[in-house]
C-alpha cells in the first residue's frame, strides 16, 4: 500500500480538525451539532443560487470564526473535490437542455452546467460548515453529544469504541505488515503477493475478533450489564443561546429567500 | 485472619478442543493475605485457570467455591467477578472507555454507585496510585506503563477482595516495574499472580504453585523463587 494511503488509513487517533481556541469551541456540543444539521438540509433542499452563495458565505464565516487551520481545512475541501469532480465534469454532457458548447461533437448544456454548479455550492457550504462546527469536536465528545441527543445507544457505541480501537488495530496492521517486509516482502503484481495481503487481512480479522472477545471479558469481569455511563453534563450557557439567536433567525432568511 | 480460604477449588477439569487437556483435577486455593504466584510454561492452562475462577470459561468438572458458595452458572459467577478483580494481559483490552476517569468508574458504576460516589471513589482510587490528574487523558494515548497503573485502578475501585493479576509485569520498563511492584506490596488483597517475571514474584508472592503436565504442585519454599513467608510479610 502506497504510504499516503496507509497513513490516512490507519493513523487516525480520533482527534478534531487542528485549530486554535476559538468563539465555536464555547458552544454546547448538541447545539453544534443540531445546527449544522439544520443549516444542511436548509442548503440542500435550496435550489436558489442566492441562497445558496449566502450558505456558502456562511460556511466561510464560520470556518474563520473557528479559527480552522487554513492548510488542513483546505485539504479536506479538496479531497472532497476529488470526490465530485467526476460528477461536475460529467453533469453537463448529461443533462439534456440548451447547447452551451461542443467538445468531441458531444454537446453541453447550460441546464446541466448549473445544477453542477449547484452540487457544488451545496457541497462547500455543508463541509465548511461541518469542519467548523462539527470537526472541531474531538470523536469522543461527538459520540456523548450523540448519546445526550438520543441517537441509539448502539450507533454511538459503535462510534467510541471505532474511536477507540481504531489506532489499536491499525498499529496490530502496521506491526504485521513490517514483519512482513523484514521478511524481504515487496508488493508485486503476481499470486504470492496476492495470498500474502490475503492473509495479512484474514490475521488482522482473526486478530480483532479475538480482541474483541477480550474485551467483552475484561467488560464482563468489571461487571458490565449492558450499560455504559455518560459523566459529562451538557448545559446551554448564554453564549448558545446568542448563536442561536444569530443562527436561527438566518436559518429562517435562507428558508424564506426560496420563496421571493 | 480467618483459616477459611477465600476460593476454594475442587478436581477442575479443562479440556480444549485442539490442545486437549489443560486441566486435570486440579485442587487449589487462596487464603486471606496469601500472594499465590502461578507458574509454568507458556501455554500451560494458567490463563485458563483465572478465566475458570471468574466464570469467563466453564470448567468441564470439579468445583469452585469462591467467598463461601458454590459457583456454577453464570448468575452466581456475576458475584464473583465484582469481588475478585481481574487485571488482563494486555491492558489495551481492559481500557475501552475514551478518558481514564469514565473507565476507572465504569466497575463501581455497574455495581450499582450513584454517579457521584463512582466519581469520587475513581478519583480517590486515582490519587491512592499516584495517578491524580490523568482523569480526563485520552486510554489509548498512555504509555505502557501509565496503562497499567489505569487498568490496576479500574480494578481497585470495585474494591475486591481478590486481586487475579495475569502476566502485570510485561512489557514495563524498570521504573514503571518498581512502581507496580511498590503499589501491589501496600495492597492488603489477596492475590493470584501469574508471570515468568521471577524477580517480580520474589518481590511479591508469599507461596508458589506451579502447572505441569495439566497437574498444579506447590513448589516448596526455596526450590523455585526465593519466597518470603507470609508471617514475615504481614508482622
Known amino acids: ?260 | 485472619m480467618s483459616d477459611k480460604p477465600l476460593i476454594e477449588v475442587r478436581g477442575l477439569s479443562y479440556r480444549y478442543p485442539r490442545r486437549g487437556l489443560v486441566l486435570d483435577k486440579v485442587d487449589f486455593h487462596l487464603c486471606q493475605g496469601e500472594r499465590v504466584a502461578l507458574t509454568g510454561a507458556n501455554g500451560a492452562g494458567k490463563t485458563t485457570l483465572l478465566h475458570l475462577l471468574v466464570g469467563l470459561k466453564r470448567a468441564k468438572s470439579g468445583e469452585i467455591i469462591a467467598f463461601g458458595e458454590p459457583r456454577n452458572d453464570e448468575k452466581s459467577f456475576i458475584d464473583v467477578r465484582a469481588r475478585a478483580g481481574f487485571l488482563f494481559q494486555d491492558p489495551d483490552d481492559q481500557l475501552f472507555c475514551p478518558t481514564v476517569l469514565e473507565d476507572v468508574a465504569f466497575g463501581p458504576l455497574n455495581l450499582g454507585k450513584s454517579r457521584e460516589e463512582a466519581l469520587q471513589l475513581a478519583m480517590d482510587t486515582l490519587a491512592s496510585l499516584g495517578m491524580a490528574g490523568f482523569e480526563e487523558r485520552i486510554t489509548h494515548q498512555l504509555s505502557g506503563g501509565e496503562k497499567r497503573m489505569i487498568t490496576l485502578a479500574a480494578v481497585l475501585a470495585m474494591e475486591p477482595e481478590v486481586l487475579l493479576l495475569d502476566e502485570p509485569s510485561n512489557a514495563l520498563d524498570s521504573n514503571a516495574r518498581q512502581h507496580l511492584i511498590d503499589t501491589l506490596q501496600t495492597l492488603p488483597q489477596a492475590m493470584i499472580i501469574i508471570s515468568h517475571d521471577a524477580d517480580f514474584l520474589a518481590q511479591l508472592a508469599t507461596r508458589e504453585v506451579t502447572l505441569e503436565n495439566a497437574k498444579l504442585n506447590p513448589l516448596a519454599t526455596g526450590t523455585g523463587i526465593n519466597v518470603i513467608s507470609a508471617e514475615h510479610e504481614h508482622a
Open chain 1, 1 to 260: 500500500m502506497p504510504q499516503f494511503l496507509e497513513h490516512s488509513g490507519t493513523s487516525w487517533k480520533g482527534q478534531k480538525v487542528k485549530h486554535d481556541l476559538s468563539v465555536i469551541d464555547k458552544l454546547d456540543p448538541r447545539l453544534r451539532v443540531i445546527m449544522v444539521t439544520l443549516f444542511a438540509f436548509v442548503t440542500v433542499l435550496s435550489e436558489n443560487f442566492f441562497v445558496l452563495g449566502v450558505g456558502v458565505l456562511v460556511g466561510l464565516l464560520l470556518a474563520l470564526l473557528a479559527q480552522l487551520n487554513l492548510k488542513r481545512t483546505l485539504r479536506r475541501v479538496i479531497a472532497m473535490d476529488m470526490f465530485m469532480i467526476f460528477l461536475v465534469i460529467l453533469l453537463p454532457f448529461t443533462t439534456p437542455g440548451e447547447a452551451l458548447f461542443t467538445v468531441a461533437g458531444v454537446s453541453a448544456s447550460k441546464a446541466g452546467l448549473l445544477h453542477a454548479l449547484m452540487i457544488l455550492l451545496k457541497a462547500h457550504a455543508v463541509v465548511l460548515s461541518l469542519l467548523a462546527l462539527v470537526g472541531t469536536l474531538s470523536a469522543t465528545t461527538l459520540g456523548h453529544a450523540l448519546a445526550h441527543l438520543r441517537v441509539p445507544d448502539k450507533l454511538v457505541h459503535l462510534l467510541l469504541f471505532t474511536v477507540r480501537y481504531l489506532d489499536v488495530i491499525g498499529q496490530e496492521y502496521k506491526r504485521m505488515r513490517r514483519a512482513m517486509q523484514a521478511r524481504a516482502f515487496v508488493l508485486r503484481t503476481d499470486m504470492h503477493t496476492w495470498r500474502s495481503i490475503g492473509y495479512l487481512i484474514g490475521m488482522l480479522l482473526v486478530h480483532s475478533v479475538e480482541r474483541s472477545e477480550r474485551i467483552m471479558d475484561a467488560m464482563k469481569c468489571r461487571g458490565y450489564k449492558g450499560r455504559f455511563y455518560l459523566f459529562d453534563d451538557m448545559a446551554l450557557g448564554a453564549d448558545d443561546y446568542r448563536f442561536m439567536a444569530l443562527f436561527i433567525p438566518l436559518l429562517c432568511i435562507l428558508v424564506g429567500l426560496n420563496f421571493l
